[in-house]
């Protein structure tokens, strides 16, 4: 069963427009990961943020965690066309190190 | 940089068809992953393998679904007989194992379409 759910389903921005998304989940986690995945490919991994952090960077991402909230936020700032994916927050529960992903945000950076 | 290799990349068979999967992680990760992933979803486990042992297969259709590992580098998932629901893009990942990073490293896919 999936854990985290994303939100917006769906964005669609302007190329150098911020871009954001937002996860929550349901039970008490270890850490949190981005992962983005071009149309028809393989997931690749943005950036992991552990329970004990609340904001992480890492070149244009920004990344926070609200543990009490049980929710997380991506940002991408200055996006562009290569932005173009799908976005998925997984979760990796404190009892096991296996992971659970959200559906994801689409989103489209128009040139 | 090493990658994760899944074969075939696209595969279409008839219902009640065997169809099987192959995935070579990256050399050295003891930990394997099977996800299935429906269009406009997030990937689903299916499997987990530590080595040549499975860890987690609670989510894998076992009348039908089968996984191994069996000298704990490469995997195959199988499916018989397929059916129409299981038309779907199967994802392989791996990951260094127990108390590494929890980074996954995703192969390109199968997609499977079930006719």
């Known amino acids: 069963s999936q854990q985290g759910e994303e939100d917006p389903q769906a964005l669609s921005i302007q190329e150098g427009e911020n871009a954001t998304m937002n996860c929550s989940y349901k039970t008490s986690i270890n850490n949190l990961q981005w992962y983005r995945q071009n149309s028809g490919r393989g997931l690749v991994h943005l950036i992991l943020?552990?329970?004990?952090?609340r904001e992480k960077h890492s070149g244009r991402l920004r990344v926070t965690l609200d543990t009490s909230k049980k929710s997380s936020s991506l940002l991408i700032t200055a996006s562009r066309a290569a932005d173009t994916a799908s976005y998925f927050c997984?979760?990796?529960?404190?009892?096991?190190?296996?992971?659970?992903f959200g559906a994801g945000t689409r989103l489209t950076v128009k040139p | 940089e090493a990658e994760v290799a899944q074969s075939p990349r696209y595969k279409i068979t008839e219902k009640s068809q065997a169809v099987a999967f192959w995935c070579d992680p990256i050399s050295g990760h003891a930990t394997l992953y099977w996800y299935r992933q429906i269009l406009g979803q997030g990937p689903e486990l299916l499997v987990q393998f530590q080595d040549e042992s499975v860890v987690d297969d609670s989510q894998l259709p076992k009348d039908r679904f089968s996984a191994e590992r069996l000298k704990g580098v490469d995997s195959t998932l199988k499916i018989q007989p397929a059916e129409l629901g299981d038309s779907a893009m199967y994802l392989c990942?791996?990951?260094?194992?127990?108390?590494?990073?929890?980074?996954?490293?995703f192969g390109p896919g199968t997609r499977l379409t079930v006719t």
């Open positions: 943020i552990r329970s004990n952090e």
């Open positions: 997984a979760t990796a529960p404190n009892n096991n190190n296996d992971m659970r």
């Open positions: 990942a791996s990951r260094l194992g127990p108390g590494s990073s929890y980074e996954q490293y």
